[in-house]
């Protein structure tokens, strides 16, 4: 199965350029691109993004494919006129033991039902009708997020809607080993 995931980030993007990243400025980005895809299914979307955010250090190309899937997932499980919300704040040293940043995307769509909730990460794995989606975006998340030295997880409830949050580390040293073995 990794082989498959691997064989599939390999096509879907270049050489990782490490780099320094603000979130904010990629979270804006991000939304600018998506703006017409928002207006086309008249998704209302706000951000919550903490005033002072520390610097991440890795690939921006791959973690805006994050940000892009996670944000089309949103839309696809909001109804006409939902909403969703991008926030990111730093992190508090009681919660990690390193530095770092939190991005929760939230929307209010259908939710993703409970037995299927342990499995999301999985391959191939879909909350769309048959034919709609592939069961690979979250799991492509998932790899960058890990290659990052990150995590993700998702809260959920059907009829409420779904939260997904990630940790990244802003500390160059993890993040950078992590790349170098994770997605070159």
Not at 39 to 50: C, F, I, N, R, Y
Not at 104 to 119: M, Q, R, S, Y
Request: hydrophobic residues 35%.
């Amino acid at each position: 199965m990794e082989g498959i995931i691997q064989h599939y980030l390999s096509h879907t993007r270049g050489s990782p350029r490490k780099r320094q990243i603000d979130i904010k400025e990629l979270v804006a980005e991000t939304l600018l691109l998506l703006n017409p895809i928002f207006q086309k299914h008249g998704v209302e979307v706000t951000s919550d993004l903490a005033e002072s955010l520390p610097m991440l250090w890795g690939d921006d190309a791959s973690l805006q494919r994050v940000l892009i899937n996670l944000l089309d997932n949103a839309i696809n499980a909001s109804k006409e006129g939902g909403h969703l919300n991008i926030s990111a704040r730093a992190s508090a040293a009681c919660e990690t033991k390193r530095p770092g940043v939190y991005i929760k995307v939230t929307d209010n769509g259908a939710g993703i039902p409970a037995e299927l909730l342990p499995k999301i990460f999985d391959l191939f794995v879909t909350t769309k009708p048959s034919g709609k989606g592939t069961g690979l975006g979250l799991v492509v998340c998932q790899e960058i997020v890990k290659a990052h030295s990150g995590t993700i997880d998702i809260e959920s409830e059907v009829g409420t809607g779904t939260s997904v949050r990630i940790y990244l580390p802003t500390d160059e040293k993890s993040a950078e080993s992590d790349l170098n073995e994770g997605i070159e």
